[in-house]
């Protein structure tokens, strides 16, 4: 069955048709690019030639069973964050004709599952659709992007993305693959075997394209530092170098700064935190130069655009037989990939519009007052945001700032129960710190008292 479009993609598909219209498209044309029939394209073109609107016209028959307030309630309990059932965590449209059906006290009568999805189709909602999202909780995170985004644009002469693939897994189908057919794909079967799991440590130069890899049995501290001097020793002894690479805890570990100050050719005196050695590593004073990105920002590497690609190209498809045949595949696909496809990786990304997007993403955390915020998470935000506030107010448009500064008055009991909720003494403290901050940077860049000033 096929169901109508909801109103307002109804009323987005007559504007098209009105605006290729008055652009000069014949009804046939614009009937093919709107995907709507020819009658309609004509008996909308007439009604805006007569000055009507695009809204339907009031139709009649029987009145609406449901009324607006009901209408509603239907949606508040079918898109609730749990549906109320114990144990159940996602219902469908029958779950939610039957419960209706029991609990007619919600909306006074019970209602069909096609009542249901109409309703929930007229506002566009599709809850049981489900996506993953990365969210910002890095603090400093938009400094450290725009400098990893500066070393792409102006590119050092040696400059590559390192990271791991770890757990590359060794498979092989216990039923042989049926060739592809007419109109018919492979067939794969899904039971397979485990034939063991390798790393692979990997180097991209994104001025060529050409990769450095090599295939481990792990990628603990050691590992990589065999791995990172034998890529070193690849270069001239006067070749400055400069590597981007996440803030996995090998990438900063005291063996990885020993082993780049001697590759350097300079003395290294210990350090005790992971700060100080991020910071040591990302000196500009020595041979070997390390850029980190923020933290949870693993897609600002471009080594990662490059592990796609091997698993589409090489591992994807193939059967192993044993973990020294999946290796010797990786190696041929690095050369390969090295001779015929290797090409420069250009960065074109800004960060245009993510500033905005952070704002509006935690005025909407706020605004649900999810009890999946914890004073951790809650901290990084805060922080975050004081960041934009005193860094990057002009990027952010003024009413997502003003809805900002609404939902955090609003939401000052929600916040201090979280940060009290704590029970680690450095975190609540970092909390309550961060929280001060935040309120004070709200208040120092608050448009409406400049205003009134």
Not at 343 to 369: D, E, M, Q
Not at 399 to 417: G, T, V
């Amino acid at each position: 069955m096929t169901w109508p479009k909801p109103l307002p993609a109804r009323v987005e598909q007559r504007a098209a048709i009105v605006a290729l219209y008055k652009g000069g498209f014949t009804p046939g044309v614009i009937s093919v690019f709107t995907d709507s029939h020819r009658s309609t394209v004509r008996r909308w073109i007439c009604r805006v030639k007569n000055g009507e609107p695009l809204a339907d016209y009031p139709r009649c028959g029987r009145p609406r069973t449901f009324s607006k307030d009901k209408r509603l309630m239907t949606i508040a309990v079918y898109c609730q964050q749990a549906p109320p059932l114990p144990g159940l965590h996602r219902w469908s449209l029958r779950d939610a004709q039957r419960y209706f059906k029991v609990h007619t006290d919600l909306i006074g009568m019970p209602i069909s599952r096609s009542t249901i999805h109409r309703i929930l189709l007229e506002h566009a909602l599709k809850p049981h659709r489900h996506k993953y999202y990365l969210q910002i909780s890095d603090p400093d995170f938009f400094i450290k992007m725009e400098h990893i985004i500066s070393c792409y644009r102006n590119p050092n002469e040696h400059l590559y993305c390192f990271d791991e693939c770890t757990s590359i897994q060794a498979l092989r189908r216990l039923t042989p693959n049926l060739p592809v057919g007419s109109n018919q794909p492979v067939l794969e079967d899904f039971d397979y075997e485990r034939n063991g799991v390798c790393d692979l440590l990997a180097f991209l130069n994104p001025a060529t394209g050409e990769v450095y890899g090599r295939c481990t049995e792990n990628h603990n501290r050691h590992t990589l530092c065999d791995v990172f001097r034998s890529h070193v020793d690849s270069h001239a002894p006067d070749a400055q170098i400069h590597y981007i690479m996440d803030n996995l805890t090998p990438h900063y570990h005291a063996d990885f700064c020993q082993t780049v100050a001697e590759l350097s050719g300079i003395k290294y005196s210990p350090l005790t935190s992971g700060a100080e050695r991020r910071e040591w590593l990302q000196s500009e004073n020595k041979r070997i130069v390390v850029h980190f990105i923020p933290f949870h920002a693993s897609w600002l590497n471009m080594v990662e655009i490059w592990f796609g690609i091997l698993k589409s190209k090489c591992l994807k498809y193939d059967q192993f037989q044993s973990l020294e045949q999946l290796r010797a595949a990786i190696a041929a696909f690095i050369d390969t990939w090295n001779e015929f496809f290797a090409h420069p990786f250009k960065w074109s990304y800004t960060g245009k519009g993510l500033y905005a997007k952070a704002v509006r993403r935690f005025c909407r955390l706020l605004y649900i007052k999810t009890d999946q915020m914890d004073s951790k998470f809650l901290t990084s935000q805060l922080l975050l945001m004081s960041n934009i506030a005193d860094n990057y107010l002009n990027a952010i448009p003024v009413s997502d700032w003003i809805q900002l500064l609404d939902l955090a008055a609003q939401s000052d009991e929600y916040i201090c129960n979280i940060i009290e909720r704590e029970t680690g003494p450095i975190r609540l403290k970092k909390a309550r710190n961060a929280y001060a901050l935040f309120s004070e940077a709200l208040v120092r860049n608050d448009p409406r008292l400049a205003r009134a000033a």
